[in-house]
Nanobody, 124 residues
Framework: QVQLVESGGGLVQAGGSLRLSCKGSGRTFSGRLMGWFRQAPGKEREFVAA????????YYADSVKGRFTISRNNAKNTVYLQMNSLAPEDTAVYYCASKDGVGRLYDSRAYDYWGQGTQVTVSS
C-alpha cells in the first residue's frame, strides 16, 4: 500500500522550474516532519530539504539552498518542493519521506515512510 505519492516530475531545460508535490495520509503526514531526498544514477540517496509539522522550520542541503523551497499544506496532507534555476546536476529521482521529530533529519535511514519517487530530468 502506497503511503506517500509524489507527482510533478518531468523534463525541463536548465534554468527552468518544476514543483513537486507529495500527498500523504493522516498516518504518514499528520504531526510529522516531511523530507525530500533524491537519487541520481550510480549515486547514493541524498538529502534535499525538510520541513517540520508547523512549517516554521525548514532545512536545506547546501547544493539547493536559495534555489529550492519546501512548503506544506497540512489541510491537504501535501508537501511541496518548488525547484527553480534547475541545473543538469539536479537530475535524479526525487522521493518524499516522513518521520517523527526533527532528529537526524538529514539521514534517510531515520525516515519510515517513503514514496515511490518521481523522475526529474534537466537538460543542458
Amino acid at each position: 500500500q502506497v503511503q506517500l505519492v509524489e507527482s510533478g516530475g518531468g523534463l525541463v531545460q536548465a534554468g527552468g522550474s518544476l514543483r513537486l508535490s507529495c500527498k500523504g495520509s493522516g498516518r504518514t503526514f499528520s504531526g510529522r516532519l516531511m523530507g525530500w531526498f533524491r537519487q541520481a544514477p550510480g549515486k547514493e540517496r541524498e538529502f534535499v530539504a525538510a520541513i517540520n509539522w508547523s512549517g516554521g522550520g525548514t532545512y536545506y542541503a547546501d547544493s539547493v539552498k536559495g534555489r529550492f523551497t519546501i512548503s506544506r499544506n497540512n489541510a491537504k496532507n501535501t508537501v511541496y518542493l518548488q525547484m527553480n534555476s534547475l541545473a543538469p546536476e539536479d537530475t535524479a529521482v526525487y522521493y518524499c519521506a516522513s518521520k517523527d521529530g526533527v532528529g537526524r533529519l538529514y539521514d534517510s535511514r531515520a525516515y519510515d515512510y517513503w514514496g515511490q519517487g518521481t523522475q526529474v530530468t534537466v537538460s543542458s
